[in-house]
């Protein structure tokens, strides 16, 4: 339950402290005094979005902290997910500060508005005189009827399942495009990948053929040359070596340090000389004159330099990626349509077991509908709609929409259930707002919250209504906190603790304040409800009465 709420610097508001009773809280006041901004004010603690405009001061920062008792409401999970600890008493905080930027706490721990919202929703609910319209709209048509016929972890089961085949089907229509857009360039790429897989690439060996190309274009100038390089260097005269041989002959015959030195530098060249000769000799018998092998050569080199100017690739290791890259796109192709294949198979009994569950789900709503009715109508009769009859429509088709396979219309029938016509074109203001608080009302004994703030619900609605509206709420508030804010005093009667609402002027402002009302001040506030200002005896007799229950 909400034990209290500080609002510092916000609205007309410079700093407000409100305390808050289990059971039945009221809150009164004129019109334009600032309960509205209250409400607000609360909103932004529950994680609302706010900015800069919302304060006060421009200058200050604005802090809103609204306290709870959170023991016996089992939401010790909600602050394991976001890690926090949990305590019997949270504090959930706000602050904004004067250049627009915004900070929420949890128990003094930071978080963002996401968390502080998700902790907010399990612990108070507001209903305004707006939420009337929200009996217009399907989700919490479907949603109270689901919560009051017992199937609404059915509904929340078929929804996930729901949203798990749309989004299967979604991707299979992206898989069926994507298969669209490779069999466009399956042929093309079906003749790149044969052409470059029947140039054997993986058993190219660039520099090799470069070398082998080389040596065949000059096979009959190499062999020449490496004759007559042997004839120089090893012939019967007049050689390279014979005359090395004779220069070394010759230095031997001089015994002297210096020509011993150079005798064994020449020796060294000769050898390296025999060293040369031997090599020529191997070389010049391992080239041999091969114009089918250069031929084909050259078509191999040819076909090389075609295919990698063709794809713009440096060398044949970029032609074999090419390739690869060739190949995975035609395989993703074939296994492409297998997948869909699956995937379609898949989502057909997606489908089947979808619409089974609708149908389950369908008959549960179908065979609840009139016991949940009966439950709504007494309520209305308590509230002076006797003849007033609440309908939930239900029709089924084999169509699978958000909530199953129904089509739902809430109807309301004034002449004792003999017609029936679409809620939204039946209601008057006021009826709608009974309509609503009676379905609060059942759906209370389901939805356990610490804490309900019904603010101006009762619109449209005086005297002795307005005495079994508050009643019905009075009645909840026996296993829920309940905030009432009021113009009436049938209601504002009803409450255990009443809290006035007022402006405080002076000559340079005006701001909002909050007291507590007691005694005769309460007494008075509820009078002046009955009579306005002119505060009569009468009306302060009848606040007496009314307060007396």
């Not at 108070?124 to 009827?145: C, P, V």
């Not at 992206?174 to 990948?193: G, H, P, S, T, V």
């Not at 190499?222 to 390089?229: Q, V």
């Not at 409450?495 to 701001?511: I, P």
Request: aromatic share 4%; net charge negative.
């Amino acid at each position: 339950m909400l034990l209290s709420l500080n609002v510092k610097n916000y609205a007309l508001i410079t700093d407000v402290d409100m305390h808050f009773d289990n059971g039945m809280n009221i809150i009164t006041g004129e019109t334009g005094a600032g309960k509205s901004i209250l409400i607000g004010a609360l909103g932004l603690a529950l994680g609302k979005r706010a900015d800069i405009s919302s304060l006060r001061n421009k200058e200050k920062k604005c802090v809103i902290e609204a306290i709870f008792d959170v023991r016996g409401y089992s939401l010790e999970h909600v602050y394991s997910t976001h890690d926090l600890d949990y305590e019997m008493q949270t504090i959930l905080r706000r602050e904004i500060t004067s250049s627009g930027k915004s900070r929420s706490f949890i128990n003094d721990t930071p978080v963002n508005l996401a968390t502080l919202n998700e902790l907010g929703s399990c612990l108070i609910e507001i209903h305004s005189q707006h939420d009337n319209l929200q009996l217009f709209k399907a989700g919490f048509q479907y949603y109270s009827l689901d919560v009051l016929a017992g199937c609404l972890n059915e509904q929340r089961s078929y929804s996930g399942a729901l949203s798990t085949w749309q989004k299967d089907k979604m991707e299979l229509v992206q898989l069926k495009e994507k298969e669209a857009e490779f069999a466009k360039e399956a042929d093309f790429n079906q003749f790149l990948f044969d052409e470059l897989s029947t140039a054997d690439l993986d058993d190219i060996d660039e520099i090799a053929l470069n070398e082998e190309q080389e040596l065949l274009e000059n096979a009959e100038d190499l062999i020449r040359t490496f004759n007559d390089a042997a004839q120089l260097l090893s012939g019967t005269e007049y050689t390279i070596s014979a005359q090395l041989q004779e220069l070394r002959n010759s230095l031997k015959s001089q015994k002297t340090s210096l020509t011993e030195n150079l005798t064994e530098r020449i020796n060294s060249v000769i050898i390296e000389m025999q060293d040369i000769a031997s090599e020529i000799d191997k070389s010049a018998e391992g080239i041999e004159v091969n114009p089918e092998r250069l031929s084909e050569l050259n078509d191999k080199m040819g076909q090389m330099f075609n295919l990698k100017s063709k794809h713009r690739a440096a060398d044949v290791a970029e032609l074999m990626e090419l390739r690869n890259n060739l190949e995975e796109k035609l395989g993703a192709t074939e296994n492409l349509s297998g997948e869909i294949a699956i995937r379609e198979q898949s989502i057909a009994k997606q489908q089947l077991d979808l619409l089974a569950n609708a149908q389950m789900l369908s008959k549960k709503r179908i065979r609840q509908a009139a016991k949940i009715e009966k439950n709504i109508d007494e309520l209305l009769a308590q509230l002076g709609m006797q003849h007033s009859r609440i309908k939930y429509d239900i029709t089924e088709n084999n169509e699978l929409n958000a909530f199953g396979c129904n089509e739902l219309v809430l109807k309301l029938s004034s002449d004792k259930g003999n017609t029936f016509t679409d809620l939204k074109k039946a209601a008057s203001g006021g009826e709608l707002a009974r309509i609503n608080l009676s379905l609060k009302s059942v759906l209370a004994d389901f939805v356990k919250m610490p804490c309900s703030i019904y603010d101006e619900i009762d619109t449209g609605v005086s005297g002795e209504i307005a005495r079994k509206v508050g009643g019905m709420m009075k009645q909840m508030s026996d296993s829920q906190q309940v905030i009432v804010i009021t113009h009436l005093p049938q209601i504002a009667s009803l409450g255990a603790n009443h809290l006035f609402v007022y402006k405080s002027e002076n000559a340079k402002t005006v701001e909002t304040q909050v007291r507590k009302l007691k005694g005769d001040e309460r007494i008075n506030e509820i009078a002046k409800m009955i009579s306005g200002d002119n505060l009569t005896e009468h009306a302060v007799e009848q606040s007496k009465e009314l307060l007396k229950g």
